[in-house]
């Protein structure tokens, strides 16, 4: 699939079939991740591809969206933040943003799989840790199901570009 089919057609979905996700798929989408950029290259993360029905039950306890455990698959992103690359003077921790980088490298790896994906951050994050068992320097920093849609995604709109993007010469 063409990269700007890609970007126009990857939706939030919110329906999943039970199908199988193909080791294959999960292979390319791993690669995907390990080539995404990270902050003087620290590479701060770990992307989980939970299929064990005991850890994914788990998972949706500490995440209850109705659609999560649907899907076959359940992507869970782990940041590191005791290695993650810090603002100078600050001391401001990047790794939510080397985190959305990768994680948008797996989401449009799987679109481009014809997968699905939804990002959820909408949980309790100890709850999240305490059920991943995980222990310093890790926290789960967002969770996705991943599989094939039930059904179509639904259109949707988005602002103009000229409200999101300006050219300044």
Not at 129 to 137: T, V
Request: one cysteine or more; hydrophobic letters at 45%.
């Amino acid at each position: 699939m063409d990269f700007y089919d890609v970007i126009s057609t990857r939706r939030s979905i919110r329906h999943y079939s039970d199908r199988p996700v193909p080791d294959a798929s999960l292979d390319r989408i791993a690669q995907a991740v390990q080539l995404a950029p990270t902050a003087c290259n620290r590479q701060p993360f770990r992307i989980l591809a939970v299929r064990n029905p005991e850890l994914r039950a788990a998972i949706c306890r500490a995440c209850p969206q109705r659609f999560l455990p649907e899907a076959p698959v359940i992507l869970v992103a782990l940041g590191d933040m005791k290695n993650a690359w810090r603002r100078v003077g600050d001391d401001h921790s990047i790794v939510e943003i080397d985190l959305g980088i990768v994680f948008e490298h797996a989401v449009l790896a799987a679109t481009a799989e014809g997968l699905s994906t939804c990002w959820v951050c909408a949980y309790d994050r100890k709850r999240m840790d305490e059920a991943l068992k995980l222990g310093e320097p890790w926290s789960a920093l967002a969770v996705s199901p991943l599989g094939y849609a039930s059904e179509p995604a639904a259109p949707i709109e988005h602002k103009p570009v000229p409200e999101l993007f300006e050219i300044i010469d």
